[in-house]
């Protein structure tokens, strides 16, 4: 009961970050924001993480490299994506994650993929469409939002068959770390680099640093050693509505009825989806 209630307050973190973040990167350079963030959120896993890094390898520190990569570049499209498009849509489309880990699973390493997946596929590209009519929405900012998911699903595909193979609190900080450097390159080259300033940023800041990246990842560690996988899955779907709560109640959000059954069917699918990815990412686990 502990482990689920702890995830349940990751999903809520998650969701009102959505609109923390178009706050702060309305005001802050987007690369230079990431950059502090992961800055924030390498310091604080660094204690637990600095004894256990020597058991990683060689070949664990090119795995978490490779997950940083896919992290960043994740990180980035779907707050491209944020400044452009609602926080609901965000939230929503964020979610269709559990989609593409199955696909993306079954393209790399050929994992069979079930009815219900399809029918998944089918419902979100529905709802997908009626998102993409909302009037304060824009496609451009959903299009990217999505290039970000599939970078997203992506990652937890290569988490799920490599991260067994090395220690988990090693593994994340290495893969924080390279995120970090990798955005404070960008910023650098940009000349977007700055001292953040003000509540709004700071706060963003501390929220996705030390909640949303550092705690969520060592609390989810935690919780898949006491409880099922696909009880994991359920419950982080719950980031989408979160995400469509507090943009109704802080962003103004207000979809309108295609809108709103957009995103009923996007919810509907990943629902159908869940019980097929973590299928998908158990089987990726024992190879």
Request: proline content about 2%; hydrophobic content about 60%; glycine content about 10%.
């Amino acid at each position: 009961m502990t482990a689920a209630i702890l995830l349940i307050a990751v999903t809520a973190v998650w969701g009102v970050t959505f609109v923390q973040v178009k706050d702060a990167v309305a005001i802050y350079p987007l690369f230079a924001f990431l950059a502090v963030r992961y800055a924030i959120g390498s310091a604080v896993l660094l204690p637990p993480a600095a004894l256990r890094l020597r058991a990683l390898g060689r070949n664990g520190f090119v795995a978490g490299s490779i997950l940083g990569v896919l992290l960043a570049a994740g990180l980035a499209l779907q707050t491209a994506g944020l400044e452009r498009t609602t926080v609901t849509n965000t939230g929503f489309i964020t979610g269709l994650y559990v989609l593409l880990t199955p696909l993306f699973a079954l393209a790399l390493f050929h994992t069979r993929i079930t009815r219900e997946l399809w029918i998944a596929v089918a419902l979100a590209l529905l709802g997908l469409t009626l998102l993409a009519g909302v009037p304060s929405s824009s496609a451009t900012g959903d299009l990217l939002v999505l290039a970000s998911t599939a970078a997203q699903a992506l990652q937890i595909v290569m988490v799920e068959r490599y991260a067994g193979r090395y220690e988990a609190v090693g593994l994340v900080f290495v893969e924080i770390l390279v995120a970090c450097i990798g955005c404070t390159a960008i910023a650098l080259v940009l000349g977007d680099l700055s001292v953040p300033h003000g509540r709004t940023v700071w706060g963003a800041l501390i929220v996705t640093g030390v909640f949303a990246s550092a705690l969520a990842y060592l609390i989810q560690i935690w919780a898949q050693q006491r409880i099922s996988a696909t009880r994991i899955a359920v419950i982080f779907s719950l980031e989408t509505v979160w995400a469509g709560f507090f943009g109704y109640v802080l962003d103004g959000d207000r979809l309108g009825l295609l809108g709103l059954v957009g995103c009923g069917l996007i919810f509907l699918a990943i629902l159908v989806a869940e019980p097929a990815a973590a299928a998908v990412l158990r089987r990726l686990a024992r190879r």
